[in-house]
């Protein structure tokens, strides 16, 4: 399975990526993992990303396709990735696509997620995580057990520099003006698959099941 999660940031793709990578054993790429990594080990890449990271703009096209090409090639991706986050911008999708064809891969499906404003800005504004595990709380929706405290691996949880409410519209105007249009460019190519991300996670997870699980129309 190759596939792609779309949508606006807050919107629940990481939280079911983790999931249906482990569902289907195919490993998940996320850019903003990846580049949050390399920051937090000031690479040179790091350092270059974190400035735009910071601003909630994006990082440039060739640092985060040199990225995801990279880890494409790599023998874990042979049967199929999961991409979150990743492509943000046509340019981006036109040299995925690129990458696909030199391969002789295809895309077998892009799952747009689709929120309310509101929501989204009450799931940002809401989300901690740990700098360590990578673990994702909330704190009304999925608390941890203790106050602050990663379940997982016991560290101190954080709330994200870009998760801050200064940065979070413009993040959202950034995924409108320059995200929002690969809705179209896939819908194009007929591989485009909605889901409603309201509701619980369990809910949103049965419903992204059931999608992924549908024969392709071809
Ligand atoms: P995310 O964790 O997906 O919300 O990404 C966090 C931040 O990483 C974004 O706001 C961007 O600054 C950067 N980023 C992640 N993925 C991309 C991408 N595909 N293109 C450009 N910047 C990205």
Not at 52 to 71: I, Q
Not at 142 to 165: A, E, F, H, M
Request: with cysteine.
């Amino acid at each position: 399975m190759r596939v792609i999660f779309l949508g606006p940031p807050g919107v629940g793709k990481g939280t079911q990526a983790d999931f249906i990578a482990q569902k289907y054993s195919i490993p998940k790429l996320s850019t903003g993992d990846l580049l949050r990594e390399s920051v937090a080990n000031e690479t040179e890449l790091g350092k270059e990303a974190k400035g735009y990271m910071n601003r909630g703009e994006l990082v440039p096209d060739d640092v985060v396709v040199g990225l995801v090409e990279e880890k494409l090639s790599s023998p874990q991706c042979k049967q199929g990735f999961l991409l979150d986050g990743f492509p943000r911008t046509e340019a981006q999708a036109d040299q995925l696509s690129r990458y696909l064809v030199s391969t002789e891969k295809e895309l077998d499906r892009v799952v747009y997620f689709t929120l309310s404003k509101d929501e989204i800005i009450r799931r940002i504004s809401g989300r901690r995580s740990c700098p360590d595990c990578k673990a994702v709380y909330h704190l009304e929706s999925v608390p941890p057990q203790k106050d602050g405290v990663c379940d997982v691996c016991g560290k101190s949880l954080i709330q994200r520099n870009d998760d801050k409410p200064e940065t979070v519209e413009s993040r959202l105007a950034v995924y409108q003006e320059q995200t929002a249009p690969l809705v179209e460019y896939y819908k194009t190519r007929k591989i485009l698959l909605e889901l409603d991300g309201a509701g619980l996670v369990s809910a949103v997870q049965e419903r992204l099941v059931a999608l992924l699980d549908q024969p392709r129309v071809e």
